[in-house]
Each structure stands twice: as C-alpha cells, then as structure tokens.
C-alpha cells in the first residue's frame, strides 16, 4: 500500500512540475533538483544509516517506497513550492509558500510514518518541517549563485 | 562515520585522480557554456550518488567504499570525482557533435569506459564487492545512467527558449 502511495506521489510530483507554468528556466529548475537531491541523499544517509536517528522498513516494498521518496519526492516537491510563485514575488509570498511546501512534504512523511516505511528515534515531525524549510533557502541558494556566478560570468 | 580510516593506496589514488580529473576540466579548451558546464557538474554528481547511496548502501549494500562501510572523509573525494566525469560526458557529446546514429556508439563507449573504470576502483580497493555483486553488473546501470545523461543533455540544449514551456 505505501508502495503504491508514494509511486503515485512521485508521479503527481513529476506531472505537476511538467504541467505547471515555471517561472524558472530548465537549467535552473533542474540545477535546484540536482542539488536537492545531492543534500538530501547526504542527510538521508547520515541520519538514517550512520546516526540511525530515524530507521527505515527492511521490507523490500517499503524500503523501494523509501527511496523513492527520498530520489523524486523531496527534491521534485520543493522545486514545484519555489515554481509556484512568480520569480519577483514578495518576501512574504516566498515565506508563505516556502511554509506552505514544506508543510506538504511533512504530511506525506507521516504517510511514510503510518505504514511503518521510516521509525522517528531521535527525530520529529517538526525537524523535518525545519529541515524542509532549510532545502527550500538551499534551492534559493544555488539559484542565487547560478545566476550571480554562472549567468553574469558568461554574460561578461 | 570515520574520518580516514587506513591512509592507504585507495585514498592516494582518489587524491591523484581527482587532481588529474579538475585540472583536464580548468585547462581542456572551453567548448561548454557556462550553463551547461554548471550542470554537468551537478548532474554527474547526483548520477553517481543515486546509485552508490541505493546500491552501495541501505538494503542490499552491493559494495564498500574505501576502508568501511560507514561514510568516511574520502568519500567525498570518491564522490566529487563524478563532476569530472559528468563534465566530460557533456564536453565531447557538444565536440563530437553526437547525432541520433553516434548517441549508440557514444553510450556504448561511455558505458565501456565506465565499466573499466569502477574495475580499476576494484583494483585500487577504492570500491569492494559484497553480496555475491559482480563487475558486469554494473554495465546496465552505466547504459541506462549514460542514456539518460545523453538525452537530459539533448533536452537543456534542444532550443533557445529560457523556459520549459
């Protein structure tokens, strides 16, 4: 069953950043996914496997739907939350919709966390809201340093 | 997690091969923008870590990385010699002017490429087997990895437009 659920969320995610209207070009969008993903996968691996502050399912259906999650779910979602507002947007429409993404992304943890895909040990709910929050400036971050050192340096 | 653990052949050898490996990417001719060249970077990277951080590690932990199985400091010296690799992926598809009947010869030569190198990490005791994996496996992952690269690198240069849609 989470199995199915988190499929079907990573292609929701997919769709949505397919169809929507983006703000950002492809080379951003997909510099924000890569370095997510790259950040996730590291704490992922540092929290779950070295510190085991969170354990996840030795079920294989439910180990593939935690690492689905991990590969599309977290990096695809919080690039759809900073899309979905226009580039020039207010800092409180950012704040808004970074709060409001990252909300999202803590219920579909608690859907990994009620089919028993990941155990919290030393860890909660609301580290993780924080965490995703912290992913979100990460993506304003590298989209800050794409176009200050990559775009302005080839405009030069 | 450790630090170094036994600084031995593996960890000199990550050392020679990514100085080797950044100074070919800052003195090679620049044939990539800018933008391209950014995301080489990013997307080798990330390649590699999905699949040493999925099976390398968790459930079916198909191989070690350097002294333990526990992420160590020349982990990251393993893993930033992706960006490289990623790069140069991207250089010579634009300089070879790769076109729908070369992608075939030039996946197939990357994933060749790729094999011999993960075999000269075994060799280097940079990467150790476990759990009955063998070499050969991992030539369907170079294909499909190198694929994907290849067709990624067609979508980001495929028109003029800014935007996705």
Redesign the interface.
Same mark, same amino acid.
Not at chain 2, 33 to 36: C, D, F, L, N, Q
Not at chain 2, 162 to 165: E, I, M, P, T, V
């Given at each position: 069953m989470a199995l199915s659920i988190i499929i079907y969320l990573a292609w929701l995610g997919i769709t949505i950043l397919y169809a929507m209207k983006k703000p950002f070009s492809k080379i951003e969008i997909s510099a924000i996914i890569f370095f997510i993903f790259i950040i996730d996968i590291n704490r992922s691996w540092i929290t779950n496997d070295e510190l085991k502050y969170i354990t996840y399912s030795n079920v294989p259906l439910n180990f593939s739907a935690y690492i689905i999650h991990r590969t599309f779910i977290t990096p695809f979602y919080i690039v759809i939350g900073m899309n979905s507002i226009p580039r020039n947007s207010s800092i409180v429409m950012k704040i808004s919709a970074i709060l409001i993404s990252s909300f999202v992304l803590v219920l579909i943890k608690i859907v990994l966390l009620s089919f028993d895909v990941v155990h919290f040990h030393q860890w909660n709910l609301i580290y993780d809201y924080l965490y995703y929050i912290l992913l979100h400036l990460l993506g304003y971050f590298i989209l800050y340093c794409y176009n200050s050192f990559v775009l302005k340096g080839a405009k030069n | 997690?450790i630090w170094i653990g036994n600084f031995s052949l593996n960890e000199i050898s990550l050392i020679v091969m990514n100085v080797i490996g950044y100074s070919l990417m800052t003195f090679l001719p620049k044939k990539l *923008? +800018?933008? !391209?060249a950014? /995301?080489s970077v990013?997307?080798g !990277? *990330?390649t590699g870590? #999905?699949f040493d951080?999925?099976i390398g &590690? &968790?459930?079916v932990d198909f191989y070690k990385q350097n002294d333990t199985n526990?992420?160590e400091l020349f982990d990251l010296f393993y893993y930033s010699l992706f960006a490289p690799f990623g790069y140069f992926f991207m250089y010579f598809y634009h300089v070879l002017q790769i076109n729908k009947i070369t992608f075939i010869f030039y996946i197939t030569a990357w994933s060749l490429i790729g094999i011999t190198v993960q075999w000269v990490f075994t060799l280097l005791h940079i990467l150790t087997y476990q759990n009955n994996y063998h070499l050969s496996y991992s030539f369907p992952i170079f294909l499909l990895t190198q694929t994907l690269t290849g067709i990624?690198y067609m979508? /980001?240069t495929s028109n003029n437009s +800014?935007? #996705?849609?």
């Open positions: - | 997690m *923008s +800018r933008e !391209v950014f /995301i990013l997307a !990277v *990330s870590m #999905l951080f999925t &590690g &968790g459930l526990h992420y990624f979508f /980001i +800014r935007k #996705l849609n």
